[in-house]
T-cell receptor, first 113, second 112 residues
Framework: KAGVTQTPRYLIKTRGQQVTLSCSPI?????VSWYQQTPGQGLQFLFE???????NKGNFPGRFSGRQFSNSRSEMNVSTLELGDSALYLC????????????FGEGSRLTVL | QKEVEQDPGPLSVPEGAIVSLNCTYS??????FMWYRQYSRKGPELLMY????GNKEDGRFTAQVDKSSKYISLFIRDSQPSDSATYLC????????????FGAGTRLFVKA
């Protein structure tokens, strides 16, 4: 069974640009969560989607957005990039019944110059 | 105050030692308690998953949850160099969807 796949794995952007990251969950998993990981703040919750609906959102500005498609694949977008957005962005999928049992991808490492 | 507090370490121990990792939390709504292990340049992987209070053992790993004290622990017996990683505690509730909150992670080094 394939794991969670995130693309791209690495990317470099400049301030003011926007970026879109993609996540394909494990087959059969309908919940997808996104996290931002930085050395100073650790893993911070961005949002969670289930059946194309955002059910929970963390404390991030509106520049951070996401969506989920009917096949459960998810994308997140960050607009007007800032230097502080440099981080590892992790996607995790889970089954509906197992809250907290998250299966993570290897992440997309974003560097903003 | 953060919802989940975890000492970031680093924690360095000799091979074969018993390791104790801990977290405290403030939100009494948390029902699910997890420990994840993260190797460098990898995503976190689930080690232990516990619902409500109690102990759970899996091989060399034991997770303990004390909801009355809002305190969770992970014990690693007979630690190995391959256990060197960052260990993250995590907690969630399933009210209105999933929102799993992570601790800062403790970096563990097991010396051969």
């Amino acid at each position: 069974k394939a794991g969670v796949t995130q693309t791209p794995r690495y990317l470099i952007k400049t301030r003011g640009q926007q970026v879109t990251l993609s996540c394909s969950p494990i087959s059969g998993h309908r919940s997808v969560s996104w996290y931002q990981q930085t050395p100073g703040q650790g893993l911070q919750f961005l949002f969670e989607y289930f059946s194309e609906t955002q059910r929970n959102k963390g404390n991030f500005p509106g520049r951070f957005s996401g969506r989920q498609f009917s096949n459960s694949r998810s994308e997140m977008n960050v607009s007007t990039l800032e230097l502080g957005d440099s981080a590892l962005y992790l996607c995790a999928s889970s089954l509906e019944a197992n809250a907290g049992e998250l299966f993570f991808g290897e992440g997309s490492r974003l560097t903003v110059l | 105050q953060k919802e989940v507090e975890q000492d970031p370490g680093p924690l360095s121990v000799p091979e074969g030692a018993i390791v104790s990792l801990n977290c405290t939390y403030s939100n009494s709504a948390f029902q699910y308690f997890m420990w994840y292990r993260q190797y460098s340049r990898k995503g976190p992987e689930l080690l232990m998953y516990t619902y409500s209070s109690g102990n759970k053992e899996d091989g060399r790993f034991t997770a303990q949850v004390d909801k009355s004290s809002k305190y969770i622990s992970l014990f690693i017996r007979d630690s190995q160099p391959s256990d060197s990683a960052t260990y993250l505690c995590a907690m969630s509730s399933n009210t209105g969807g999933f929102k799993t909150i992570f601790g800062a992670g403790t970096r563990l080094f097991v010396k051969a």
